[in-house]
Antibody
Framework: QVQLQESGPGLVKPSQTLSLTCTVS??????????WSWIRQHPGKGLEWIGY???????YYNPSLKSRVSISVDTSKNQFSLQLSYVTAADTAVYYC??????????????WGQGTLVTVSS | NFMLTQPHSVSESPGKTVTISCTGS????????VQWYQQRPGSAPTPVIY?????PSGVPDRFSGSIDSSSNSASLTISGLRTEDEADYYC?????????FGGGTKLTVL
């Protein structure tokens, strides 16, 4: 079965760029059947969808974050990545990657990675 | 700006039935499918309902979903409550520009 695993720095300084990678195992990003999404959860708060990418590199971002977000894909490594620029303390959150079923039907998320906490602090 | 509103918390006793609501802010909630996720403390969310009322493989039939167009709401109903059902539950839908989550409901089984 497909599994996702986030990786990247747990601490980022204000104004710098947050960079995370999601490694997919048990299935190929290149299959084209899915989108691949990033979602975050502020401490003790709800979920916020950040954006998705497909196997060809086409992206779609949450309008509220669009100016600072970039998602890329490396099909040779079966990975996709998130970059969030000019971070502030308000970007401190657990970041999840997830398979997004919207490419062929209704957009919902299954499975999810375990999540990684990113703290923005000097 | 499309939003989904959930009650902050609900509580019920083991063996009973509980319903969690998810109300759409604009348009018709019936226009776009609603999904539900369970999130236990320290874990990632997992889906329990997709496309309004479908259960993913492995989810017990104690979990069910429905839509009420008259109140512009979706509902998650859990019957035969067990202590392991205690978790946060999130509804999720979408519009033409983004995927949207509700604020989450903390279910306490006491």
């Amino acid at each position: 079965q497909v599994q996702l695993q986030e990786s990247g720095p747990g601490l980022v300084k204000p104004s710098q760029t947050l960079s995370l990678t999601c490694t997919v195992s048990g299935g190929s990003i290149s299959s084209g059947d899915y989108y691949w999404s990033w979602i975050r959860q502020h401490p003790g708060k709800g979920l916020e969808w950040i954006g998705y990418i497909d196997y060809s590199g086409s992206t779609y971002y949450n309008p509220s974050l669009k100016s600072r977000v970039s998602i890329s894909v490396d099909t040779s490594k079966n990975q996709f990545s998130l970059q969030l620029s000019y971070v502030t303390a308000a970007d401190t959150a657990v970041y999840y990657c997830a398979r997004d079923l919207g490419a062929t039907g209704v957009p919902w998320f299954d499975p999810w990675g375990q999540g990684t906490l990113v703290t923005v602090s000097s | 700006n499309f939003m989904l509103t959930q009650p902050h918390s609900v509580s019920e006793s083991p063996g009973k039935t509980v319903t969690i609501s998810c109300t759409g802010s604009s348009g018709s909630i019936a226009s776009y499918y609603v999904q539900w996720y369970q999130q236990r403390p320290g874990s990632a969310p997992t889906p329990v309902i997709y496309e309004d009322n479908q259960r993913p493989s492995g989810v017990p039939d104690r979990f069910s979903g429905s839509i009420d167009s008259s109140s512009n709401s979706a509902s998650l109903t859990i019957s035969g409550l067990r202590t392991e059902d205690e978790a946060d539950y999130y509804c999720q839908s979408y519009d033409s520009t983004k995927r949207v989550f509700g604020g989450g409901t903390k279910l306490t089984v006491l």
